[in-house]
C-alpha cells in the first residue's frame, strides 16, 4: 500500500528526446515572453526548424491567386469610386494555404481574424484605391502581412549563444537536482525495509 505513495509518473515532466530545451524554457522563461514560451507546449524542433526557413523564403508572389470579385465600392474617392466596381474581395481556401504554410501555422488559419466559417476561408477586403487591380494586390499584401503575424505569434525566436549557455546551466542543475531526489527517495524506501511494521 506504501508503495502507491511513491508510484512513478507514467511520463516524466521533461522525458524526450527535447527535454534539454523544454527543462531550460520552464525554468528561465520570463511570463509572457513570445520569444522562449512556445517551447512549453512542447513544439517539436523540426517543424520549428521548417517554419523558420519556410519565412526567411516567405513572398507575396507563393500565395495562391485566390478567388477575387469586385462591387461597388462605399470607401472615400468620389464618384469615381462609387460608380465602378472597384472594390476588392479575395478568398483564399484554407486547404489552399496549407499547402504554402509551416505545419505550426495550419491550426492558426481557422484563428484568423479574416476566416469565414461558412466557405473555409480567409477573405479579405479592399476599396481604398480606384483601381481594381490595386485594390486586389492590397488584399494579396494584407494575407501575407496577416501569415508573418501568424508566424510571429507562434513560432519562437532562435536563442541567442548566450542563451543557449544557460539553457546548458540549467539542465545540469535540473539533472543534479533529479539525482538527489531519487537518492532521498531511495533512502526512504531502505528505511522502511529496515525498520519493518509491527502486526
Known amino acids: 500500500m506504501l ?17 534539454r530545451v523544454l527543462a531550460a524554457t520552464l525554468v528561465t522563461t520570463r511570463p509572457g515572453s513570445r ?54 474581395t479575395t478568398a483564399w481556401p484554407v486547404a489552399e494555404l496549407l499547402g504554402v504554410v509551416p505545419k505550426l501555422l495550419h491550426a492558426a488559419l481557422r484563428s484568423s481574424r479574416y476566416y469565414a466559417k461558412t466557405n473555409d476561408s480567409l477573405v479579405l477586403q479592399a476599396q481604398t484605391q480606384r483601381s481594381r487591380g490595386a485594390n486586389a494586390d492590397q488584399n494579396r499584401r494584407k494575407l501575407y502581412e496577416e501569415l508573418l503575424r501568424m508566424y510571429e505569434a ?30 532521498k527517495q531511495g533512502s526512504k524506501k531502505q528505511s522502511r525495509r529496515g525498520g519493518g511494521f509491527e502486526g
Open 3 to 19: 508503495g502507491g505513495l511513491f508510484r512513478k509518473p507514467a511520463r516524466p515532466l521533461f522525458a524526450g528526446p527535447h527535454s
Open 35 to 88: 520569444r522562449y514560451q512556445a517551447f512549453d507546449t512542447g513544439l517539436d524542433p523540426d517543424d520549428v526548424a521548417a517554419a523558420r526557413q519556410w519565412r526567411q523564403a516567405f513572398e507575396p508572389a507563393v500565395l495562391p491567386q485566390g478567388s477575387t470579385t469586385f462591387s461597388r465600392s462605399s470607401g472615400p474617392g468620389g464618384q469615381h469610386v462609387n460608380k465602378t466596381e472597384s472594390k476588392a
Open 154 to 183: 507562434t513560432v519562437p525566436g532562435e536563442a541567442s549563444p548566450e542563451t543557449r549557455d544557460k539553457y546548458e546551466a540549467v539542465e545540469k542543475a535540473f539533472h543534479a537536482n533529479r539525482i538527489r531526489e531519487k537518492k
